[in-house]
């Protein structure tokens, strides 16, 4: 990435440790492989910026478009009860959408995943195959 557009102390300027599903000039997909929260993306801006507003409407919408599409393909591929979109950034203050999806019986349903869990861990599920949601994904934005 561009050093000039990145901050050293943001995490989310650096992409060491990222299992990148898709990138681009723009943004970049990645999955989080969090056994908790299996087929959890994150599409994460490239360079640094902390809201929306602070990128062309241009960008805002490629982002938007990308956070759809990975929706999509969560859906088609594992047909969760809900997918949870959020873009909080309080933590690290660099624009990312978080594309989560939710069972009605995970441990936190219907909360956010950062809340308190409701519930033991029922069901196990498995991340989406990898290569199908690769395929799913670069089909619509490549
Ligand atoms: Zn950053």
């Known amino acids: ?7 050293p102390a943001c995490p989310l300027c ?3 440790g990222e299992d990148i599903l898709f990138s ?3 943004y970049r997909i990645v999955a989080v492989n969090d056994p908790a929260w299996p087929g959890f993306c994150r599409v994460i801006l490239n360079r640094h910026a902390a809201e929306m507003t602070d990128l ?7 982002l938007m478009k990308a956070v759809c599409v990975v ?3 969560l859906r088609r591929l594992m047909q969760p009860t809900k997918i949870n979109l959020a873009s909080l950034g309080n933590v ?3 624009v990312h959408w978080h594309v989560i ?3 009605a019986d995970d441990t936190h349903f219907p909360d956010p995943i950062w809340a308190a869990a409701k ?13 199908a949601l690769v395929q799913e994904i670069t089909s619509c934005l490549a």
């Open 24 to 26: 681009n000039d723009l």
């Open 71 to 73: 929706e999509s393909a």
């Open 92 to 94: 690290v203050p660099h």
């Open 101 to 103: 999806p939710r069972w």
């Open 119 to 131: 519930r033991p861990a029922g069901v196990v599920r498995q991340e989406p195959d990898r290569a």
């Open 1 to 7: 990435m561009d050093a000039a557009v990145t901050q």
């Open 14 to 16: 650096q992409t060491n």
């Open 56 to 62: 062309p409407i241009e960008d805002r919408s490629a």
